[in-house]
């Protein structure tokens, strides 16, 4: 058996500074990453590449900074540190790049495309707009949505239970999917409840969602979609 973990954050230098020196710069970041995570001896992430024998594939990218020079320079770092990640932990494991679709206030369309054009291994977008403090579905985000779309790359996207008024409701998420039916969605958290929804979203995408079993007790979940 081979698994892919599609959601494998890694912790750039740039990341990794932000963290440690300025995290007020970043408020969600800070609630995510606390200072001491690096002042453990302990490495999750070692332990994790070492002894997780069964997963073969991680899907790596970083996480959505509000800052156009941290943003471009977290990714201009991420093949490398996931090359020494490798190298540190002795793995053999593969790795796809995802890049994040950056909050729009700060980094234009044009500049982002550039950079796209100028890498030669992103395989995929992640899109977290909580991050950005806009609904997933703002209009400001469709220039990336259509890139997707024409590069027939995959867009991670995150969404929320139809009953929270949250940035990533899964309300917004349909109203993207009209617009967009042909692009390839990644739904973490079992997409929060979409499964409910399930044939309305086959009426209207082209190409049926990944359901991302980044949840707890996820196993238990994957039982239940088994007996159904």
């Known amino acids: 058996m081979k698994i892919t973990d599609h959601e494998f954050r890694i912790i750039t230098p740039t990341l990794k500074k932000l963290i440690i020196s300025s995290p007020n710069n970043e408020p969600v970041l800070s609630k995510k990453i606390p200072k001491n995570f690096f002042n453990q001896k302990f490495n999750y992430t070692k332990k994790y590449l070492r002894e997780a024998k069964l997963i073969k594939t991680v899907v790596y990218r970083g996480l959505p900074l509000n800052n156009s020079k941290n943003y471009f320079n977290q990714e201009a770092e991420m093949t490398d540190s996931f090359y020494k990640l490798k190298v540190n932990t002795k793995s053999k494991i593969n790795g796809k790049r995802f890049i994040q679709i950056p909050n729009p206030d700060y980094v234009t369309f044009s500049k ?17 707009s909580s ?23 995959p867009i991670s996207i995150e969404v929320d239970y139809i009953f929270r008024e949250t940035f990533n409701n ?30 309305r979203v086959l009426d209207i995408c082209e190409n049926t969602p990944l359901l991302l079993s980044s949840a707890d007790h996820s196993f238990y979940w994957s039982n239940i979609f088994n007996t159904k």
Do not use: R
């Open 112 to 128: 982002f495309k550039k950079y796209f054009n100028s890498q030669k291994n992103i395989k995929g977008f992640e899109l977290i």
């Open 131 to 153: 991050w950005h403090k806009k609904n997933t579905n703002n209009k400001k985000y469709f220039s990336f949505f259509k890139l997707a779309e024409e590069e027939n790359l």
């Open 170 to 199: 899964i309300s917004f998420f349909f109203k993207i999917l009209k617009q967009f039916p042909k692009i390839k969605f990644w739904l973490p958290h079992f997409g929060c409840g979409i499964f409910l929804h399930w044939d």
